[in-house]
């Protein structure tokens, strides 16, 4: 039996309505000293992310990388870099995972690689070689100037010249992040050997990053302007609608041949990253039927700020594309500012079982179960060319990745003291350690084990059918669902306004219910029941069991 075949559990369907934790490998746990986490400190920590009652844990990368992006720019797709370890680390990481019950996905970053990889390396030395075509060239255009008009996502050209073939390549990143031509098949079947190599090794899906941007237009078809309201005047990118360089229709059937090989492992998942100008019908048809991703985000939620009209909007968007998809929602990640800063502080545990009353896949991230906010840090503390190149108008994305606070001391327990960390431990962090929080019974971090144990124990909750309640028929600042499986029916309302009380009239939303009983949600007060009227606080959120 090889490691791809030993499952924690039969379940081939689990990834539906789980819960999936993310881990920065940077900043998770530092086991060797050196103040970079690493895959022994994800290993020693494993039994924490169990004790959370989620399903998975999804890495982000820790493969030979020159580190230009993080990671996000692999130099080889079949190795661990050794800042993080060694693939012996990998395994005993999968197979401490496995013990405890917890499926392991990965990140993969196919669209690009670093100009590091020895693909790029042979195939820039001239146009004959055999890897020639396994990036995507171009000649100059009369003047000298880029092929196109395409602008890459961390400021600039999405072109370098490169002298010794006199043409430019396409970045859609950093110069030093080609894109790879996935209209070449050798390419294709490159990345889904790839894929295999870590099914074999016994991963249980991958995470794919901006996996709508594998396939660009051949013709190099000058992307049109952005209108004026939707540009971001920081960020060179958002001045043109990405319409030629991503998003083309060859995806989808690679998306299909990708499918079709997780489907020889049976109870492997797939959860797609889409980024670009319109994210929703991108994931919905990128998760639509049994044959492509199995589930998909988009920036709609991670950008949300817990207004209970723009989380309508977004949720009743994606439900108008169809009903045969499967999201994967959440609010915080390495890439957006954490959500207990974006929603406030006091409204963390809230934010979270909203989140938990959702129909689709969740995902976790790191620190969010002790309500970490965004770190604040200055400019000569920051690592992120993101940041770097845009700064001020646009911090980066450092503010989320800082290290992880384990225990109240002055490198929070993520690294020797003394040891500077790669990032700064932010001090208003440290209060918040695993270590006081796993003492304290009414702590965020207990408040939100037991939340998500009952989100994990209801049929309802993780696979059930969503009916959204319009703004209209609530008080303003009120966000409803109703959460239906079989005979079962869960009324879930958050009141998600700063002030005032709210009396919601419970036969307007479900006419015709017999009466209703509350669960008990950590951290939440008990509702007020008069009649059949409901009285909702401000930051208060309740679950209603129909009868």
Same mark, same amino acid.
């Given at each position: 039996m090889t490691l791809s075949q030993q499952r924690p559990n039969d379940r081939t369907d689990w990834w539906r309505g789980a819960t999936i934790y993310q881990i920065y490998p940077r900043s998770f746990l530092d086991a060797n000293g050196d103040g970079i986490g690493d895959l022994k400190g994800i290993t020693a920590r494993l039994d924490h992310v169990a004790s959370l009652n989620v399903d998975a844990i999804w890495l982000s990368p820790f493969f030979t990388s020159p580190m230009d992006d993080f990671g996000y720019d692999v130099a080889d797709y079949c190795d661990v870099d050794p800042m993080f370890g060694t693939l012996d680390d990998f395994r005993a990481l999968v197979e401490r995972a496995h013990e405890l019950g917890l499926r392991v996905i990965i990140d993969q970053v196919l669209s690009h690689s670093s100009d590091q990889h020895p693909w790029f390396q042979e195939s820039r030395?001239?146009?004959?070689?055999?890897?020639?075509?396994?990036?995507?060239?171009?000649?100059?255009?009369?003047?000298?100037?880029?092929?196109?008009?395409?602008?890459?996502?961390?400021?600039?050209?999405?072109?370098?010249?490169?002298?010794?073939?006199?043409?430019?390549?396409?970045?859609?990143?950093?110069? /030093?992040?080609?894109?790879?031509?996935?209209?070449?098949?050798?390419?294709?079947?490159?990345?889904?050997?790839?894929?295999?190599?870590?099914?074999?090794?016994?991963?249980?899906?991958?995470?794919?990053?901006?996996?709508?941007?594998?396939?660009?237009?051949?013709?190099?078809?000058?992307?049109?302007?952005?209108?004026?309201?939707?540009?971001?005047?920081?960020?060179?990118q958002s001045y043109q609608f990405q319409q030629h360089n991503i998003e083309q229709p060859e995806n989808l059937p690679y998306l299909e041949r990708i499918r079709a090989l997780l489907d020889e492992y049976p109870g492997s998942t797939t959860v797609g990253e889409i980024a670009g100008n319109d994210q929703l019908p991108t994931m919905a048809a990128y998760t639509q039927g049994e044959s492509r991703l199995h589930m998909a985000y988009t920036f709609d939620l991670l950008g949300s700020t817990g207004?209970?009209?723009?989380?309508?909007?977004?949720?009743?968007?994606?439900r108008?594309?169809?009903?045969?998809?499967?999201?994967?929602?959440?609010?915080?990640?390495?890439?957006?500012?954490? /959500?207990?800063?974006?929603?406030?502080?006091?409204?963390?545990?809230?934010? *979270?079982?909203?989140?938990?009353?959702?129909?689709? /896949?969740?995902?976790?991230?790191?620190?969010?179960?002790?309500? *970490?906010?965004?770190?604040?840090?200055?400019?000569?503390?920051?690592?992120?060319?993101?940041?770097?190149?845009?700064?001020?108008?646009?911090?980066?994305?450092?503010?989320?990745?800082?290290?992880?606070v384990?225990?109240?001391?002055?490198?929070?327990?993520?690294?020797?003291?003394?040891?500077p960390p790669w990032l700064p431990v932010?001090?208003?962090?440290?209060?918040?350690?695993?270590?006081?929080?796993?003492?304290?019974?009414?702590?965020?971090?207990?408040?939100?084990?037991?939340?998500?144990?009952l989100r994990a124990d209801s049929d309802t909750l993780r696979q059930g059918e969503q009916q959204l309640i319009a703004p209209e028929a609530l008080p303003e600042d009120v966000f409803g669902v109703v959460r239906q499986s079989?005979?079962?029916?869960?009324?879930?309302?958050?009141?998600?306004?700063?002030?005032?009380?709210?009396?919601?009239? *419970?036969?307007?939303?479900?006419?015709?219910?017999?009466?209703? /009983?509350?669960?008990?949600?950590?951290?939440?007060?008990?509702?007020?029941?008069?009649?059949?009227?409901?009285?909702?606080?401000?930051?208060?959120?309740?679950? *209603?069991?129909?009868?």
């Open positions: 030395q001239d146009r004959t070689n055999p890897k020639a075509d396994w990036y995507v060239w171009a000649d100059p255009r009369p003047d000298g100037t880029p092929p196109n008009n395409w602008m890459a996502a961390f400021s600039g050209r999405a072109w370098t010249f490169d002298a010794r073939r006199r043409q430019y390549y396409l970045h859609n990143f950093l110069p /030093s992040q080609p894109d790879l031509n996935f209209h070449n098949p050798e390419v294709q079947q490159a990345q889904l050997d790839n894929l295999r190599f870590w099914l074999e090794l016994g991963v249980d899906g991958f995470r794919f990053d901006v996996v709508n941007y594998y396939f660009h237009d051949p013709a190099l078809t000058d992307n049109p302007p952005m209108p004026r309201e939707r540009v971001q005047p920081g960020n060179p207004d209970a009209a723009e989380l309508h909007d977004v949720l009743a968007r994606f108008e594309l169809g009903e045969d998809t499967w999201p994967c929602w959440a609010l915080s990640n390495h890439d957006v500012e954490r /959500s207990a800063t974006s929603w406030g502080e006091e409204r963390a545990l809230l934010a *979270l079982t909203v989140l938990c009353s959702l129909r689709g /896949s969740l995902c976790l991230y790191q620190g969010e179960e002790l309500g *970490l906010p965004e770190a604040e840090l200055a400019y000569e503390d920051l690592q992120d060319p993101f940041g770097i190149n845009l700064w001020p108008e646009v911090k980066g994305r450092d503010g989320c990745r800082t290290p992880m384990w225990e109240d001391a002055p490198n929070g327990g993520f690294c020797p003291e003394g040891v932010f001090a208003r962090h440290r209060p918040l350690a695993v270590e006081r929080q796993d003492q304290a019974p009414d702590s965020l971090l207990n408040r939100v084990r037991q939340l998500l144990k079989g005979g079962q029916r869960l009324l879930c309302l958050a009141h998600l306004g700063q002030e005032g009380a709210a009396r919601v009239r *419970l036969d307007d939303l479900v006419p015709g219910a017999n009466g209703w /009983s509350s669960l008990a949600l950590p951290g939440m007060a008990t509702p007020q029941l008069e009649g059949r009227e409901l009285g909702l606080e401000p930051g208060q959120a309740t679950w *209603l069991a129909i009868t």
